[in-house]
T-cell receptor, first 114, second 117 residues
């Protein structure tokens, strides 16, 4: 069975701090890893990572995949209170009916204090 | 584009009643997925449907739960004879059919919070 584990489970920081969120996976026929941000509503897409070692950036957020270590990190620099949310990591396998089915980690609850 | 629409947003049921959760996919999306989120847990896959077809129901409990996506109308997740353990947030997602764009287009609805009292 596919498995995704995130760490830490929760994190409390002050505005301006930099945080690193971790995600490790065990997936049959791994295809991609996705990061989502979930506030009190629908998870919203942040990044999709398919190739190892290529950093993806969006403003203060960046993410990279390490296929050798079966892991990914999500970095947030100069955190703001609006970054407070649950950050979800999900993997997807390739082929058959698994394509399109996401396996999620438990999530990291990030709290940013002013 | 209205996005993925789920209703109701909140649903309260007494033990033993039936719960019906609805999901209308984004315009142009023909694939629908249901996930369940228990308190302090990540989302767990339940079922993957295309129009009139269940593709993968490996995450569905064997009893009391069923899902459909008819030719016309929304996808329905039905829970019969609800128990307190069914209390959770149920999220629906939809995606385009085309393989190359399926993951980029994967969009979640805002969820239905089911409370069983």
């Amino acid at each position: 069975e596919d498995k995704v584990v995130q760490s830490p489970l929760s994190l409390v920081v002050h505005e301006g701090d930099t945080v690193t969120l971790n995600c490790s996976y065990e997936v049959t026929n791994f295809r991609s890893l996705l990061w989502y941000k979930q506030e009190k509503k629908a998870p919203t897409f942040l990044f999709m990572l398919t190739s190892s070692g290529i950093e993806k950036k969006s403003g203060r957020l960046s993410s990279i995949l390490d296929k050798k270590e079966l892991s990914s990190i999500l970095n947030i620099t100069a955190t703001q209170t609006g970054d407070s949310a649950i950050y979800l990591c999900a993997s997807v396998g390739a082929g058959g009916t698994s394509y399109g089915k996401l396996t999620f980690g438990q999530g990291t609850i990030l709290t940013v204090h002013p | 584009n209205a996005g993925v629409m789920q209703n109701p947003r909140h649903l309260v049921r007494r033990r033993g009643q039936e719960a019906r959760l609805r999901c209308s996919p984004m315009k142009g999306h023909s694939h629908v997925y249901w996930y369940r989120q228990l308190p302090e847990e990540g989302l767990k896959f339940m079922v993957y449907l295309q129009k009139e077809n269940i593709i993968d129901e490996s995450g569905m409990p064997k009893e009391r739960f069923s899902a459909e996506f008819p030719k016309e109308g929304p996808s329905i997740l039905r829970i019969q004879q609800v128990v307190r353990g069914d209390s959770a947030a149920y999220f629906c997602a939809s995606s385009p059919a085309k393989t190359g764009s399926r993951l980029y287009g994967y969009t979640f609805g805002s969820g239905t919070r089911l409370t069983v009292v």
